[in-house]
C-alpha cells in the first residue's frame, strides 16, 4: 500500500502547542510594536501638541521639520557619528576577530575581555565616559597631575568635537560585540579554500584579505545593518555623556525626537521625526532581509 502523503497544511498536537506558547508574544509584539507605530504614523499627519488629537494637517508636520535648523544639525550629527561608529567598529572588531582567531589560546582569556562591555547599560558607558573625559575631573586632570601641564583634552565641552566623544563612547561599548560576529564568521570559512591558498604560496596578508575576508559577506552585512540601526536610534548614550551639548552640537534624531514630543509639546513634530527614523532603518535592514529571504 502507498503510505499517505502527509499535508503540509496539517496541524499536529505539537503544532498547537507551539503556537499557543507563541500565540501571547506574538499578541505583544502586534500590539507594542505595530500599532505604536501605526499610531506614531497617523499622529505624525495630525497637529498633535502637549496631548494627541486628531486634526489632520496632512504632511505640514514633516514640512515644519526640515525647516528646522535643529533637525538639520541632528541630521548632520547623525551622519557623522553613523559613518565613523560602523567604520572603527567594523575594523576593530574584524582586526580583533583575526587575533583571536590566529591564536586561539588567548580566546577564553581576551574574548570576554573584549565582549564585557556589551553587557553593560549606555547610560553606565555614558556617566563613565563622561566623568574620564571632564577636563575637571578626567583624563586632563589627571595628566596634568603627572606634570604634563601643555596636555589638553576638552573635546566634550567643545561644540566642535563633542559628538566624536559619543562616537568614542559607542565604539568602546560595542566592538567587542562585532568582534565576535566576525569571529563566528572566521569559523565558518572552509578549510578546503584556505588550505588551497597556503599550497599555492599564498602569504598571511594573502591569505586573509584575498581568501578569507571575502567570505565573510554575511558577517559584514549583519554588523552593517546591526550598527546602523544602533546608531539612528541611539539616546541614552548621547543622554548620559553629553545631553546634546555643548548646546545642540552632538544632538541626535532620536534626542531631537525625545525634545520636541515630551518638552517642546509639538508631539506632532516629533511623531514625524520618527517616523523619519523608522523610513531610514527600513532602508538599511531591506539588503539583510532581502539577503535571508534568498537564503545567503
Not at 506614531?40 to 486628531?54: A, D, E, R, V, W
Not at 576593530?92 to 577564553?108: H, Q, S, T
Not at 559628538?163 to 568602546?172: E, F, G, L, N, P
Request: positive net charge; contains cysteine; hydrophobic residues 55%.
Amino acid at each position: 500500500m502507498k503510505m499517505m502523503k502527509k499535508s503540509k497544511w496539517r496541524i499536529t498536537g505539537d503544532d498547537l502547542v507551539a503556537r499557543s506558547v507563541l500565540l501571547p508574544t506574538v499578541i505583544l509584539t502586534m500590539v507594542f510594536v505595530y500599532a505604536f507605530i501605526a499610531y506614531t504614523i497617523l499622529i505624525s499627519f495630525t497637529g498633535s501638541k502637549m496631548l494627541p488629537n486628531f486634526n489632520w494637517v496632512g504632511i505640514q508636520n514633516y514640512v515644519k521639520l526640515f525647516k528646522l535648523g535643529n533637525w538639520h544639525i541632528a541630521l548632520r550629527n547623525m551622519l557623522v557619528f553613523s559613518i565613523l561608529y560602523i567604520g572603527i567598529c567594523t575594523m576593530l572588531g574584524l582586526f580583533l576577530a583575526i587575533l583571536i582567531d590566529l591564536n586561539r589560546m588567548g580566546e577564553k582569556i581576551f574574548r570576554p575581555i573584549f565582549l564585557y562591555p556589551m553587557a553593560i547599560s549606555f547610560i553606565v558607558t555614558g556617566t563613565a565616559w563622561k566623568w574620564f573625559l571632564d577636563p575637571g575631573i578626567g583624563l586632563e586632570r589627571i595628566m596634568h597631575l603627572w606634570g604634563f601641564e601643555a596636555f589638553k583634552f576638552d573635546w566634550i565641552k567643545n561644540s566642535d568635537f563633542a559628538i566624536y566623544t559619543v562616537v568614542i563612547a559607542a565604539v568602546w561599548q560595542v566592538t567587542g560585540y562585532v568582534m565576535t560576529m566576525f569571529l563566528a564568521g572566521l569559523r565558518a570559512v572552509d578549510d578546503a579554500t584556505v588550505e588551497s591558498a597556503v599550497v599555492e604560496g599564498a602569504s598571511g596578508f594573502q591569505l586573509y584579505f584575498k581568501v578569507i575576508i571575502p567570505q565573510l559577506r554575511s558577517s559584514f552585512l549583519s554588523v552593517i545593518v546591526i550598527l546602523g540601526h544602533m546608531a539612528i536610534k541611539s539616546y541614552d548614550l548621547v543622554v548620559a555623556l553629553t545631553s546634546g551639548g555643548p548646546g545642540r552640537s552632538s544632538e541626535l534624531p532620536s534626542t531631537f525626537m525625545y525634545s520636541y514630543t515630551f518638552t517642546r509639546n509639538q508631539m506632532g513634530i516629533g511623531a514625524s521625526s520618527a517616523v523619519f527614523m523608522l523610513f531610514i532603518i527600513g532602508i538599511i535592514i531591506t539588503p539583510y532581509i532581502r539577503a535571508q529571504m534568498k537564503g545567503e
